[in-house]
């Protein structure tokens, strides 16, 4: 490891129960599992030194063993994703005896992620010390996904500090006034420290209003660095959406790297 360089996680919080799309981590596309793009694609990323996929649902672990990737097991018991990766960091710590300074969390329904958009997340967290985490975040270019309950909506400052998450179109746009509209893309990182601090908050109210995990950060008071991504990326929450996927992915320069 180079000197000074943080030790950093990827973990993939998966689980085959979803309202909107049941199974989803192993939905095909081009012939590899949903959970298989994911993971082999955070692998790529050369700023990662391990990638796990935290689940307790046989079919993902029977998979990503079949492949020779990494996986730990956790219980449902903690409905958010923040929560459960958290635990499983705790659990993979133990088993290896490594200890991790960042940890980023890729969530399973991104099968077009790339190693730039993890690399943006991660650089404000080695460029400023004090941040405590950084999400990143993209243009949001139709109606459709302006106003879809399944993209996750955010509102930051001037500075690019986040202000509030939301399944609702924010900000509105009532008063015909235009503003910047942006998604969170399902790539968020945080240090280690604060990991452990996330995972002793209770839930607060926002957070369960909305069903965004990351509003109990802010409603304690916390700053979380917005980082833009210029990159095109859909996220996977209705077979809808993965149709979308399955055909904008067939042209996808990354495939090559991983899909033999």
Do not use: W
């Amino acid at each position: 490891m180079e000197a000074n360089k943080p030790n950093i996680i990827a973990v993939i919080p998966a689980k085959m129960s979803s309202k909107n799309f049941p199974g989803k981590p192993m939905a095909d596309i081009l012939g590899m599992p949903m959970i298989g793009h994911v993971y082999n694609r955070v692998e790529i990323c050369n700023d990662i030194d391990d990638v796990y996929v935290a689940t307790s649902d046989r079919p993902i672990i029977d998979y990503i063993s079949k492949i020779g990737g990494q996986y730990i097991e956790i219980p449902e018991s903690k409905i958010s994703a923040t929560d459960r990766v958290a635990e499983a960091v705790t659990k993979i710590e133990e088993k290896t005896h490594k200890k991790y300074d960042l940890v980023i969390i890729v969530q399973p329904d991104e099968p077009m992620v790339t190693s730039d958009m993890i690399g943006r997340a991660i650089s404000p967290m080695i460029l400023n010390p004090k941040l405590k985490l950084t999400c990143l975040m993209a243009e949001i270019t139709s109606d459709e996904i302006f106003n879809d309950r399944n993209e996750i909506k955010v509102v930051a400052d001037s500075q690019n500090n986040a202000m509030y998450f939301s399944r609702e179109p924010i900000p509105s746009a009532s008063r015909g006034m235009s503003f910047p509209r942006m998604k969170l893309v399902g790539i968020d990182v945080m240090r280690r420290k604060f990991l452990q601090q996330f995972n002793l908050m209770i839930n607060t109210p926002l957070e369960v209003a909305e069903g965004i995990d990351l509003n109990r950060i802010l409603e304690n008071g916390i700053k979380i660095a917005m980082t833009l991504t210029d990159q095109v990326t859909y996220s996977v929450g209705t077979p809808k959406d993965l149709a979308m996927v399955q055909e904008l992915m067939k042209d996808d320069y990354m495939i090559r790297k991983y899909m033999k």
